[in-house]
């Protein structure tokens, strides 16, 4: 199975199997629409109850109380803003049937570079798998400055793309629970359950197929970084009934979410549930009081189009939008232009209008192997960093150097910082996509 090869691929994805809704929600018939709300309500509090007896290891007397726990589980939280201060950034090193096998070294070596150029402003935590451990010290530590700045974690890992299989730190803006800290289980599922065709081709490249045991490993990331992490203190497992994954979730720290619905109203992920439901439990995981959605396009690229690679907050109110080069197919041109009018007429959550500073997508022609290739080439794809933002450098030097310029303008009180990135985005994603942030305690 497979699918990251599309993740924001800027073509249509026209080899992976498409899944398709088996129904529709019609939202129109109000005796449906209660049925479903009370299985929504009776699902979240069901498996509030198994997390309460089974999944949270226990951290002190008083966190075993079930009436503590239950109200652990229906609690409302924040998503920190990205440029918050992080505690440590999470990163993946992939296993070997993860990706194209002519791809697999190229792809380590970016991340290599990416992780020395993240350690220069804060902590890495490398997931790795056991076996591969070796490996990944003799491929990240040459480009390392302080060493002691990545810690390589053994951890039953395939795929890199921690942005979406990770888990979501969030926290309690309530002070109910002073000193314990929190992450969201979005229980990924390979994007919806994304197959490739059998012989495992996918734009030109031969990909491996994983078994059984590889997906239930991806399904269960999440859960095992929560429970693993102890530094600086254990992380208390926030279950949901909705499937999301992190690259969907563009936030302002202020309240306001930019997301598709394509990439979550969908019965591959969230099955029988509306958007009205679905944004009711975004706003109490999120900390959100507004929604801005964009219609996206299903089966567009294996994300259903995630936002992280069109539209990023660069602080509240203003916004990084990705323009598609004009050879781009028109497909996602016109999914551009839809994005660009709405981000035109909206306002963020405290009434403001969207300041938009668009940014020219490089020209893919130069940047593909074949004409095969597919190519997630975005620079508002960035990462920020405690002090810094890193934005992705594609070879389209033209472009490469308006993107550098633009970022310095808009972040002067940040360091501004470049990594190379072809092999990554050759096969599904950006710089984002392959980091995750665990933000500090306040």
Known sequence: MMYENAKGSRQPNCTLKKETDSHQDSGHEDDL??????????????????YTKRDRPPTSHADSNSNDESEVQRGHYVFPAEWERHEATIMGFPSRCSLPPDQYEAVCNELAQLAAAISEFESVRMYVRPEEIQLAESVVKPCVKDASRISFIPC?????????????????????????????????????????????????????????????????????????????????????????????????????????????????????????????????????????????????????????AEARFVRPGEIAY?????????????????????????????????????????????????????????????????????????????????ALEMFQRLLPERVIRQVYASAIPLTGGVLHCVTQQVPAIQ
């Not at 629409?33 to 198994?50: A, P």
Request: glycine share 8%; charged share 30%; hydrophobic share 35%.
């Open 33 to 50: 629409r209660n049925i479903k709300m009370k299985l929504f309500e009776r699902f979240r509090k069901t498996l509030s109850s198994l």
């Open 156 to 308: 039953p890992i395939n795929h890199c793309w921690v942005r979406d299989t990770g888990p979501v730190y969030i926290r309690d803006p309530t002070g109910k629970f002073p000193h314990r800290r929190f992450a969201i289980n979005f229980r990924f599922n390979e994007w919806g359950g994304k197959k490739p065709e059998n012989d495992g081709v996918c734009w030109g490249q031969q990909w491996p197929l994983m078994d059984e045991t590889a997906l239930a490993e991806n399904a269960d990331f999440a859960r095992w970084v929560i429970e693993h992490d102890r530094v600086p203190a254990p992380v208390t497992m926030i279950e949901s009934p909705i499937r999301a994954e992190g690259g969907g979730l563009v936030t302002d720290g202020e309240g306001t979410l930019l997301i598709s619905e394509s990439s979550i109203v969908c019965d591959v992920r969230n099955p029988g549930m509306s958007r009205a439901q679905i944004e009711t439990e975004l706003k109490r995981l999120l900390g959100i009081e507004k929604v801005v959605w964009f219609p996206g396009r299903r089966n567009v690229d294996i994300t259903d189009v995630h936002m992280d």
């Open 322 to 402: 990705s323009k598609p080069h004009d050879v781009a197919i028109e497909l996602w041109q016109e999914l551009s232009a839809e994005i660009r009018e709405i981000l035109g007429r909206e306002t963020d959550a405290k009434g403001r209008s969207l300041q938009i500073h668009t940014i020219q997508e490089p020209d893919p022609g130069g940047l593909v192997k074949s004409d095969q290739d597919e190519l997630s080439a975005s620079y508002v794809n960035f990462y920020f960093v405690n002090g810094g933002l890193i934005i992705p450098k594609f070879g389209d030097e033209e472009r490469d150097q308006m």
